[in-house]
């Protein structure tokens, strides 16, 4: 993929579930989506979009500070205010396979997380 397209599925993406339009960002991951994050485990697509709408839907809002693109990888990096833990940056490094988001990784300290129960 060009470094072009990649960049427009990240961003569209980051829209979405900005948006709380969680349909249309999980329509761009892949059935076989890899996770890696420092909390929590996500096995399968679907166990991912849960947690996506679920701790999307309490994000009150998301500045995006930084993306980057080359090939089929690309970069985030955003600031997103979170009801009961206030802010929290982010950083998350995408593949994209076929039109996809085939893989994320995604970089965040967890204390705040860790404090108020989300990791389990």
Same mark, same amino acid.
């Given at each position: @993929? =060009?470094?072009?397209? #990649?960049?427009? &599925?990240?961003?569209?993406?980051? /829209?979405?579930?900005?948006?709380?339009?969680? /349909?249309?960002?999980?329509?761009?991951? =892949?059935?076989?989506?890899?996770? +890696?994050?420092?909390?929590? /485990?996500?096995? *399968? #697509?679907? =166990?991912?979009?849960?947690?996506? $709408? $679920?701790?999307? =839907? %309490?994000?009150?809002?998301?500045?995006?500070?930084? @993306? %980057?693109?080359?090939? /089929? +990888?690309? %970069?985030?990096?955003?600031? @997103?205010?979170?009801? !009961?833990?206030? *802010?929290?940056?982010?950083? +998350?490094?995408? #593949?994209?396979? !076929?039109? $996809? &988001?085939? !893989?994320?990784?995604?970089?965040?300290?967890?204390?705040?997380?860790?404090?108020?129960?989300?990791? !389990?």
């Amino acid at each position: @993929m =060009s470094a072009h397209a #990649t960049a427009a &599925i990240i961003h569209a993406y980051y /829209d979405a579930w900005t948006a709380k339009d969680f /349909d249309h960002a999980v329509g761009l991951l =892949s059935d076989g989506l890899t996770v +890696e994050v420092p909390v929590n /485990d996500y096995p *399968t #697509t679907d =166990s991912f979009a849960a947690a996506l $709408k $679920k701790f999307g =839907s %309490m994000t009150t809002k998301a500045d995006l500070l930084a @993306m %980057m693109s080359d090939g /089929d +990888e690309g %970069m985030l990096l955003y600031d @997103m205010d979170v009801l !009961g833990l206030g *802010t929290l940056r982010v950083a +998350e490094h995408f #593949t994209v396979t !076929g039109g $996809k &988001i085939t !893989g994320i990784r995604q970089i965040h300290d967890t204390a705040a997380l860790r404090a108020a129960g989300f990791v !389990g």
